[in-house]
């Protein structure tokens, strides 16, 4: 199968972008602009590596713009939980897992101490890509996007007791 150009995937792209309705668009923008930090932030925990982060943050938009949601009731938590899903789905389709960012990791321990955290961060992922999708979700919300136990049970539609 032939690999799309960049210009025609911009192409797709803009028609997906000029057929939303003005109305989703601004809405779509404004939060996206509001919580650009956060997707990064939970997508970049979860994978170790801002490039794939950033790669699943355009992902994220793209769909949006091709499916829209219909009814986000708050979007930090709609977009937090999209982003670890995403990321998660990427750690899947993964032959093997990368080591981390060094920038994720930046702290001023020593070399041995750094290179311990990463591979602790290295058997993080391993272990959240073995889970089921249900509790890699449950798991990331939780732990990388820092939603509390009723955040998470109203973003998914269930009881916060079954959030454990």
């Known amino acids: ?24 668009k601004t809405e779509l923008l404004s939060a996206l602009q509001a919580h650009t930090g956060l997707i990064l932030s939970c997508a970049g925990r979860v994978l170790g590596n801002i ?24 979007w930090p938590a709609f977009l937090k ?12 389709k993964r032959k093997t897992l990368v080591e981390p960012d060094k920038a994720l990791l930046s702290d001023k321990s020593r070399p041995d101490e750094s290179a311990e955290k990463a591979q ?22 939780c732990y990388f996007a820092d939603l509390s136990h009723a955040q998470i049970a109203s973003q998914l539609d269930m009881q916060e007791n079954a959030v454990t």
């Open 81 to 92: 939980t999209m982003a670890c899903n995403r990321a998660i789905d990427q750690l899947r």
């Open 1 to 24: 199968m032939p690999q799309q150009t960049e210009a025609s995937r911009m192409s797709k792209r803009f028609a997906i972008w000029r057929n939303s309705s003005p109305q989703y």
């Open 120 to 141: 602790r961060a290295l058997a993080l992922r391993t272990a959240i890509a073995n889970l089921s999708s249900h509790n890699a979700t449950l798991f990331s919300l």
């Open 51 to 74: 490039a794939d982060a950033e790669d699943v943050a355009q992902d994220m938009m793209e769909s949006l713009l091709r499916s829209p949601p219909r009814e986000v009731r708050h």
